[in-house]
């Protein structure tokens, strides 16, 4: 009878383990505005602290939000993996599109 090697049964049960999901990590949500649009629906977001991070609309925000301009107020998360990019979840408080006169 065939036995597959011990590392390849490691490999295996830490594929099959939930604790290491990447639900259970702690995604920190802040505010920000977005600086700019760049190809591939990514927008560059200036966050209140001065950074700036590279961001994404996620699943659940694409279907409340149709467009984003420069100036618009948006609410990410960003994750401890990668601090440079982000997720954006919502549009933020505030008359829409007020940077540019826009109502």
Do not use: Y
Not at 32 to 60: K, M, S, W, Y
Not at 68 to 78: A, C, H, N, S, T
């Amino acid at each position: 009878m065939w036995l597959p090697a011990r590392s390849a049964l490691a490999f295996s049960s830490r594929l099959c383990d939930n604790s290491m999901s990447f639900e259970s990590e702690a995604n920190h949500q802040v505010d920000g505005t977005v600086v700019e649009a760049v190809p591939n629906d990514l927008f560059r977001v200036r966050l209140f602290d001065g950074r700036q991070v590279l961001a994404h609309i996620g699943e659940g925000a694409r279907v409340g939000i149709i467009r984003l301009i420069p100036g618009d107020r948006v609410v990410l998360e960003l994750t401890a993996l990668d601090p440079s990019r982000a997720r954006i979840v919502a549009r933020s408080g505030g008359k829409k599109h007020e940077s540019i006169g826009l109502g």
